[in-house]
């Protein structure tokens, strides 16, 4: 069985980056097969291992889980944010790039 493991990102509708911490290990099959259900349009698949995601607290622990458990896994390093720190008197100085022009 193949393994994915990733840290999550924050969500785009807010600010916070609360449910971000944990390491998420989930079940990947690429081969599954999906239908669409004709009553009611839903997506169905034959494989419901999909559905399962383990939480760890680090990347260790699940890379170390993977291994035990026998699972090939891919580990996909999560991309720090960068802040751009400025003042507000950063508007006023005189190497800006743009003219500032009120």
Same mark, same amino acid.
């Given at each position: 069985?193949?393994? +994915?493991?990733? +840290?999550?990102? %924050?969500?785009?509708?807010?600010?916070?980056?609360?449910?971000?911490?944990?390491?998420? *290990?989930? $079940?990947? %099959?690429?081969?599954?097969?999906?239908?669409?259900?004709? *009553?009611?349009?839903?997506?169905?698949?034959?494989?419901?291992?999909?559905?399962?995601?383990?939480? $760890?607290?680090?990347?260790?622990?699940?890379?170390?889980?993977?291994? +035990?458990?026998?699972?090939?896994?891919?580990?996909?390093?999560?991309?720090?944010? %960068?802040? *751009?720190? #400025?003042?507000?008197?950063?508007? $006023?100085? $005189?190497? +800006? #790039?743009?003219?500032?022009?009120?």
């Amino acid at each position: 069985m193949e393994a +994915r493991i990733y +840290r999550p990102t %924050k969500s785009a509708m807010t600010s916070g980056r609360g449910n971000t911490r944990a390491w998420i *290990l989930e $079940f990947v %099959k690429p081969g599954a097969r999906r239908s669409a259900d004709p *009553l009611m349009g839903w997506t169905s698949i034959d494989d419901t291992s999909g559905q399962v995601r383990l939480e $760890f607290d680090t990347q260790e622990q699940a890379v170390e889980y993977a291994q +035990r458990e026998g699972m090939t896994f891919r580990v996909e390093e999560a991309r720090e944010r %960068k802040r *751009l720190v #400025k003042s507000y008197s950063e508007n $006023f100085s $005189f190497d +800006r #790039k743009q003219p500032w022009t009120h």
